[in-house]
């Protein structure tokens, strides 16, 4: 390795799902079901390919790693689970953009040299 370069730790993405809705009847339980009966991680001993996935109106799953299970957070009058997975989403962003180093995280979101003027 070249000197002066700095190795930085891979963080892989996070595979979430987002819907305003569900046509499953049963309630928020039969969501995770619905999930585990598509993606057989716990036969191949894997990790899930979502990571987190959040249902208006049912609530917001996140799988933690070390526990290796589901974390979950049932709907409320507020919708607690949409900013909870937001949050969630949120935090995932700075240890990815650390490991990753340019662009930065708003060049992203926006294109910095259309549009903008210089006013004095």
Request: with cysteine.
């Amino acid at each position: 390795m070249p000197v002066g370069v700095e190795m930085r730790p891979s963080y892989k993405p996070n595979n979430v799902l987002f819907a305003f809705e569900s046509d499953l009847r049963r309630g928020a339980d039969g969501e995770l079901a619905r999930y585990k009966a598509v993606d057989h991680y716990e036969a191949e001993e894997r990790e899930p390919v979502l990571t987190a996935f959040c249902i208006v109106g049912k609530g917001y799953w996140y799988y933690d790693r070390k526990a290796r299970g589901w974390g979950f957070l049932p709907s409320d009058e507020r919708h607690q689970e949409v900013l909870a997975f937001l949050g969630g989403m949120a935090n995932s962003i700075p240890p990815l953009m650390a490991g990753k180093g340019r662009p930065k995280f708003g060049e992203y979101l926006i294109d910095g040299t259309s549009g903008f003027t210089v006013v004095t």
